[in-house]
């Protein structure tokens, strides 16, 4: 069963149709307890609690239902009830798992609300553990019983194609964007506005509504609430000619970065600060007539209630300057330690109510292994309780936390004083402080140029307030900020006294304003350019990239228009912000952006974007306090102290629908994210032509039906288990693919000083790479730099490397791919290397636990390829459906899609179909050993039918039987077994014609003589490289060995040589050479490798350690199973002589050998052996080809063509990696124009090593007229 139906429990049996309203549901309820499961990262392990799908919460284990429902609904709509209980008592070993976790003494459901895609689903969740007369049981059985209480009118659901406004008020007219800092009020004079430029100063309006973060949580606001930019009332001082102009001025009150909120709870105030950005913004424009004017409200004439005299402050003191995981939104201010132990803070209130309790909030962290405490004291008094801050006791936690609220009394003062003093357990001990609050009342006497007034008590439904301000004058004015876009005068009475009356039902803000005064101005940024991303048409995908980039991505997004027939849009952070953010940075604007086109489509019918791509890094350091500010954010997590929880994810940009964004391990992706990890022009220009390039698809090959899983060796075997279950998988998906197992305790592993590797696994891996695999899955230890401890793969590998044919990257490890930490991490440049690595990855950004990688692999592996008859899934399709489908999960927000969202592996789409062997149909065929077979089959499209317009090439991989394996326990755990095919019977290719082909080969000696199913895989490709297919068979017989087979008594004869065919024995090579053997015998030559030293090997200087296997090197010559070569490049070889001893053996175990000697020089010179140019003489166009004695290592390849007397027409220089030719080709007509006349001309050719060695030649070229 796959993870989607797992997790939707009970789906299509209980509930065929959305849930029936007004009807009882019983869902009964078992649950299958399995022993405690290890979570486990590098340096720890978790045990907790387990049964079969459970997802986890703070390390509980939750059960969940999930029941389709009807868009819209709210948990409030039913009842939910769990009922016919059924106990079992955990033993001890289980109780101690959870002995400090907060279990209740029956089952507390949590129901909540999840949608994807409009389709929304009723998520039912619990702990199925109670706490009962002091003793731990957990439910094995119930009966769930959900009741629909009402229907949520249709009525309810906004139209959103009419939500959202049709352009943008940018779209037109002349815009200037001011920066603001603080909440307040702010000037512009008439000399400010004429200085910005605009035209008609007396009609300036502001639009904006500043810098405060944005609610994240979409079921908490109005959607479109805030969309583009809304104008704000002003105040304009015309003077006494009641003209706008010189000396005048406009106000107006702005919202700065720190969200200010009251808490009725605690009856205090709540500070958030914007980690995005320290300055919010505003727009200025004179274009479309007279704006918005602070205009005065009625009277109230009704009778006041009550009299208000006082006013609820607030002071925040948050001092920003270190992020000691480099993870998370907090950061941290002053610091505690043995040289500063004390500090004491002045907190400002002018007119302090004394006879009022404030409340103070005080939090502050420490290092401490062992606990600690803050000791508090306000104005002089030691509070009676301390800031205790429990011990740090993981070593993916830096610090702890410990918080204090406290009801306080203030002294007649300006200023009342906190004074902080650390306890530490020792002298190495540190501490933090995070933020003080002090919320108190102050009275209501006005000195200076505004007061803001809220008074939150004694609030009903019929109450009036009679507010009075003392020490104002007649001429202050009274605003109501409440609605901060629409700023209203309330009309003020004075009496010695200024007074005003107001409704008091509900929480409302008021400012006391001298508007003689001085106010500070906003800062002026610049102009800002027309843009109407309100304006744009529904489209498939979205791409944000700074400006710098915008080349690289319209060049992508034209590659997606025209390959792929997608409608893409191109935006910068900057224009997104300013239509859904007032212009400031903040994470939220994406999703507001993206919502506009979510909710347009689901009202009309048009299309949605499926796919984000973000176009550049990005930094936990938003605000640039440590490092180089980026043009993309990053969204942190809330949790800063603790590895294991906190998080960068760009999961949050995909939620879109209503009630989304509250809860990311819950909420469900709508579009799928994906990430360039770029950071310059370079990159981004390689990048793309990376992703187009493979696009293109011009790479074939039988990498396309490999998938290469490597395993770690630690954590009693978890890794390589979790691995193997992969490739079950896989295999149940599609048994066209083949997996590559490389299980690090299936080779030797080899002790130095510096620990142990496992350098044959590291060959082995890397061969795989550089060859080519479509997928490679990493399962095991990591990090920033390497996978695995013993560094299989490393930073310097993944740069070095030169594969064109580039896998998907999935990596379930810790921290392999970081991008948010002003660094380049190993996963980084496995996408940005240009000339290998891969072509995407799915990967971690964070500390991630074993098992719950696991499981998000597993979600993968049942998408990660198509089923028969199933059409390919885009990268971040996969993606997104399988974070869905594991439900509720933290740790899945640690992995990021590196590379293109919209991108399509390369699949095979065609099917190959075995007719016949030996003239059998396959179920009753027999392969023996020395028996020739031969095999008929042909081409078919998704649904079977012939392709009889087929003509090219058909690969055939046949393996013996598949057999269990046993890994050596090199670390004493016990041997790992699994499953594999460990025996090639025959590897070659044949041509196809017409849709069919035929192939003969005879089966080696060494084979399994036991009779049992063989394996056959299949690639094909069509001559013009548009038609790739591929299948397998499994329905023969293997077995036994053919009477008939006549004995050999000769090997293989052989040709060797390195890196060129003019190689002679004892030449100078370079120190990473490729030795081609071309071998021929008239049974075939063997690769099985069964039989014991019946291998193909080489030995280098007759040292037995120094011994190569080179079976899967060998490729069969096309329709000819008795010849082939065998290409192997060696690993960098030390300067010196070498001999070579060349061995191989018939089918029939008949051997060959063959000797050559070289010698290694570090800067040795390349050698041309061959140039030449075709046609010649020539008119149009000419070939070039250049052969040389460097293959497989990137060289730099340079023609230059020119007269005789020198003048320089044409030149192209590549950086290639061949076996050793390449191919340039000149257009003569269409390149040139007149500039090439007929005559003679030079071609000079260069080629040049990475260590700056080359070699030149030339050759003539005769042009004829055209």
């Known amino acids: 069963m796959d993870l989607k139906n797992k997790y939707l429990i009970l789906l299509i049996t209980f509930f065929a149709s959305y849930f029936s309203m007004n009807a009882e549901q019983i869902i009964p309820v078992t649950i299958v307890w399995e022993s405690p499961r290890i979570f486990s990262t590098p340096s720890e392990q ?90 731990y049981q957990k439910l094995i059985s119930a009966k769930v019983s959900i009741n629909a209480l009402s229907k949520t009118k249709k009525s309810n659901i906004r139209i959103a194609a009419d939500a959202y406004p049709s352009n943008s008020v940018l779209a037109s007219g002349y815009w200037v964007k001011l920066a603001v800092r603080e909440s307040g009020i702010y000037k512009l004079t008439y000399e400010d506005i004429v200085n910005m430029g605009v035209s008609s100063p007396a009609n300036i309006r502001i639009f904006g509504y500043g810098g405060e973060i944005q609610e994240e949580d979409f079921s908490k606001i109005s959607i479109p609430d805030k969309d583009d930019l809304q ?111 004390e500090r004491s803070f002045q907190l400002p209130i002018e007119n302090v109510a004394t006879d009022e309790e404030a409340l103070l909030n005080i939090e502050a962290i420490a290092t401490s292994s062992s606990s600690t405490s803050y000791t508090v004291t306000f104005n002089g008094n030691v509070l009676s309780s301390n800031i205790k801050i429990s011990a740090v006791e993981s070593s993916h936690q830096v610090a702890n936390s410990g918080s204090i609220s406290k009801n306080v009394n203030c002294s007649n003062s300006d200023y009342q004083t906190v004074t902080l003093k650390y306890n530490p357990a020792a002298s190495s001990n540190v501490g933090y402080l995070n933020y003080i609050t002090l919320s108190a009342y102050r009275h209501l006497y006005f000195n200076g140029s505004s007061m803001e007034i809220f008074y939150p008590n004694d609030i ?94 319209e060049k992508l997004a034209e590659h997606h228009r025209t390959h792929d027939g997608m409608v893409v849009h191109i935006a910068t952070p900057e224009q997104i912000y300013n239509e859904f ?36 890094v990005a930094s936990h350091d938003n605000r640039g306090y440590k490092h180089e500010k980026l043009p993309l954010i990053s969204y942190q997590s809330v949790e800063s102290l603790l590895s294991t929880r906190s ?62 899983f490597m395993a770690d060796d630690e954590d009693s075997n978890i890794h390589m288990s979790q691995a193997d279950k992969l490739t079950t998988s896989l295999y149940s998906l599609n048994k066209a693919y083949q997996a590559h197992k490389v299980y690090f305790d299936a080779y030797p592993l080899v002790q130095s000083t510096s620990g142990g590797t496992y350098p044959v696994a590291r060959e082995t891996i890397l061969k795989d790479i550089k060859n080519g695999v479509l997928v490679f899955t990493y399962v095991g230890h990591g990090g920033p730099y390497t996978l695995s401890q013993e560094q299989t793969i490393n930073q310097n590998d993944i740069i070095a490397m030169y594969n064109d044919k580039q896998a998907l990257w999935i990596t379930a490890t810790c921290d392999f791919s970081r991008y948010d930490n002003n660094a380049v991490s190993a996963g980084m440049n496995v996408f940005l290397n240009p000339n290998g690595g891969g072509i995407a990855l799915l990967t971690t950004t964070r500390v991630v636990f074993s098992s719950d990688n696991f499981k998000l692999g597993s979600a993968v592996y049942n998408y990660i390829a198509p089923k028969e008859g199933e059409a390919p899934l885009k990268l971040g399709e996969i993606v997104r459906r399988a974070k869905i489908d594991i439900g509720y999960d933290k740790n899945k927000l640690n992995f990021s899609l590196l590379g293109d969202p919209a991108l399509v592996l390369n699949y095979p789409t065609k099917r190959i179909i075995t007719d016949s062997i030996n003239s059998l149909i396959p179920d009753n065929a027999l392969m023996q050993a020395l028996g020739l077979v031969t095999i008929k089959g042909h081409i078919a499209d998704e649904n079977g039918d012939s392709l009889k317009d087929f003509n090219g090439k058909v690969y055939l991989t046949i393996y013996d039987k598949e057999e269990t394996m ?108 490729v030795l081609f053997a071309h071998l021929n015998d008239s049974y075939g030559i063997n690769v099985v490798g069964a039989g014991i030293g019946h291998d193909i090997t080489i030995k280098l200087n007759n040292d037995p350690n120094k011994t190569y296997v080179l079976n899967s090197y060998y490729e069969s010559t096309l329709n000819d199973y008795k010849s082939g070569i065998v290409k192997y490049q060696f690993e960098p070889l030390e300067p010196g002589l070498y001999h070579l001893a060349f061995k191989a053996w018939n089918l029939q175990n008949i051997s060959s050998s063959a000797e050559i000697d070289f010698v290694v020089r570090e800067k040795s010179i390349p050698e041309i052996s061959d140039f030449s140019i075709s046609p010649n003489p020539a008119s149009n166009y000419v070939d070039l080809t250049l052969v040389y004695d460097r293959p497989e290592v990137p060289v730099d390849v340079e023609f230059i063509l020119y007269d005789t007397q020198g003048r320089q027409y044409w030149n192209s220089k590549a950086t290639t990696s061949t076996e050793g030719t390449y191919t ?13 006349r007929p005559g003679i001309y030079l071609i000079k050719a260069i080629i040049t090593t990475t260590e700056g060695s080359y070699d030149t030649t030339t050759q003539k070229l005769l042009v004829n007229p055209q």
């Open 966 to 1073: 046993s890994t050596l326990a090199n670390k004493g755990n016990t041997p790992f077994k699994y499953q594999d095919y460990p025996n090639i019977l025959f590897s070659g290719k044949v041509s196809a014609t017409n849709g069919c082909f035929e192939t003969t080969f005879m089966v080696p000696k060494d084979i399994n003589y036991k009779f049992g199913d063989g394996r056959i895989l299949y690639y094909g490709v069509s001559d013009d490289k548009k038609t790739e297919a591929h299948d397998y068979n499994e329905s023969f017989q293997v077995g036994g060995s053919d009477p008939s087979a006549e004995p050999s008594e000769e090997g293989p004869n052989l040709k060797l040589y390195l890196n060129s065919p003019s190689f002679i024995s004892g030449q100078i090579v370079n120190p990473t050479p």
């Open 46 to 135: 978790e045990t907790r609690l387990s049964f079969e799908d459970a997802q986890y919460i703070d390390e509980l284990p939750f059960y969940t239902i999930s029941i389709p429902i009807e868009e819209y609904s709210k948990t409030s709509d039913y009842s939910i009830s769990i009922n016919d209980c059924k106990y079992e008592p955990l033993i001890t070993i289980e109780s101690d798992l959870i002995k400090n976790a907060n279990i209740a003494d029956n089952i507390i459901i949590e129901p909540s609300i999840s949608t994807e895609r409009h389709n929304s689903s009723l998520d039912i969740r619990f702990c199925p553990i109670i706490l009962k007369d002091g003793k």
């Open 231 to 341: 104008e704000i009332a002003i105040f304009m001082e015309k003077g006494s000619d009641d003209v706008f102009g010189s000396g005048d001025y406009i106000l107006f009150w702005a919202q700065g970065v720190i969200k200010k909120s009251y808490n009725d709870l605690t009856g205090g105030y709540e500070f958030t600060p914007n980690y995005y950005t320290d300055y919010g913004y505003y727009f200025a424009t004179s274009d479309a007539g007279i704006g918005r004017k602070i205009e005065q409200t009625e009277k109230i004439e009704d009778t006041p209630t009550l009299t208000v005299n006082k006013s609820l402050t607030g002071v925040y003191h948050n001092v920003e300057s270190i992020n000691l995981l480099e993870s998370g939104r907090e950061w941290y201010g002053e610091k505690f330690e043995s040289s500063t132990l």
């Open 581 to 616: 953010s007032s212009g400031t940075p903040d994470a939220t604007a994406y999703r507001r952006f993206l919502k506009v086109f979510y909710d347009r489509a689901a009202s009309n019918g048009s299309k949605s974007p499926s796919s984000l791509l973000f176009f550049g």
């Open 647 to 708: 998080y960068v994810t760009d999961d949050y940009y995909g939620l879109l629908d209503d009630n989304e964004g509250g809860s990311l391990p819950s909420d469900k992706m709508d579009i799928s994210v994906g990430r360039l990890p770029i950071s310059s022009n370079t990159e981004a220009e390689n990048g793309v032509n990376k992703i187009i390039k493979y696009a293109k698809n011009d790479l074939t090959g039988t990498w396309k039906n490999i998938f290469a």
């Open 1224 to 1236: 340039s080709h000149i257009d003569l007509s269409g390149k040139f124009g007149d500039q090439i």
């Open 460 to 553: 009903e439904f019929d109450a009036v307030a009679r507010y009075e301000i003392s020490g104002a004058n007649s001429g202050i004015k009274v605003w109501n900020i409440t609605n901060q876009s629409n700023v209203q005068e309330i009309p003020t009475e004075y009496n010695g006294t200024l007074s005003f009356t107001t409704l008091h039902n509900e929480l409302q803000t008021f400012l006391a304003v001298n508007t003689q005064a001085s106010f500070p101005s906003p800062t002026i940024v610049g102009t800002v350019a027309n843009q109407n991303l309100h304006g744009l048409a529904q489209c498939d995908m979205i791409i944000v990239t700074p400006s710098g980039y915008m080349a690289a991505a």
